[in-house]
């Protein structure tokens, strides 16, 4: 059975201050690994896919990177506007379309 | 631009009173989703289509009903809410060529009183 953790659960941070985000999958067959950030009361929205292990992709103040058990979202001095929960899924070859939801990480900013 | 589009954005019913939520999409995706998203958890899986294919998660209840009448729209049925299925009710589309990324409408908030 596919499986996706996320960590922290929550990450407060001072406008800034970089970190990074966790997940960590155990897939039969890696196709496709997502992040999406969600804002509040609305609906994800695609951010990045990786598909193989030292892959990266970056867009404005976030970078996503993956290993064959894991990718880090970094996100290098956030604004509150980054403030959003962060989603991870994955797409196996055994669930092809179908993905595995991580919980999330919601992490909020301050300014 | 394409995108996928839900209505209403929020939607109060009675308790025991059926209620329908659309989705509509313009981007021509073959598989459309529904999940269920409740206060700080991950979107729940109800049911997908593959084309016009229905597919039912194992334990969504059989309260919650689908319909897609062609490519472009899908409806939710729940048929007696109940308290439970107060939720962020979520549309997502994504092809099977390629990626597999989804796009997601904003969602139907529904409260049931």
């Known amino acids: 059975e596919d499986q996706v953790t996320q960590s922290p659960e929550a990450l407060r941070l001072q406008e800034g201050e970089s970190s990074s985000l966790n997940c960590s999958y155990t897939?039969?067959?890696?196709?496709?690994l997502f992040w999406y950030r969600q804002d509040p009361g609305k609906g994800p929205e695609f951010l990045f896919t990786?598909?193989?292990a030292g892959e990266e992709k970056e867009k404005e103040r976030l970078k996503a990177t993956l290993t064959k058990k894991e990718s880090f979202l970094h996100i290098t001095a956030p604004k509150p506007e980054d403030s959003a929960t962060y989603l991870c899924?994955?797409?196996?070859?055994?669930?092809?379309?179908?993905?595995?939801f991580g919980r999330g990480t919601s992490l909020i900013v301050h300014p | 631009d394409a995108m996928v589009i839900q209505n209403p954005r929020y939607q109060v019913t009675q308790f025991g009173k059926p209620v329908t939520l659309s989705c509509s999409q313009t981007?021509?995706?073959?598989?459309m989703y529904w999940y269920q998203q409740k206060s700080s958890q991950a979107p729940k899986l109800l049911f997908h289509?593959?084309?016009?294919?229905?597919?039912n998660e194992a334990d969504t209840p059989d309260n919650f009903q689908s319909r897609r009448p062609n490519t472009s729209f899908c409806f939710l049925d729940i048929r007696s809410p109940g308290l439970g299925d107060a939720a962020m009710y979520l549309c997502?589309?994504?092809?099977?060529?390629?990626?597999?990324?989804?796009?997601f409408g904003p969602g139907t908030r529904l409260t049931v009183t």
């Open positions: 990786l598909y193989s």
């Open positions: 897939v039969s067959g890696l196709r496709g």
């Open positions: 981007l021509n995706h073959n598989v």
């Open positions: 899924t994955v797409h196996s070859s055994g669930g092809s379309y179908i993905p595995t």
């Open positions: 289509y593959y084309d016009k294919d229905f597919n």
């Open positions: 997502a589309t994504s092809m099977t060529s390629g990626n597999y990324e989804q796009y």
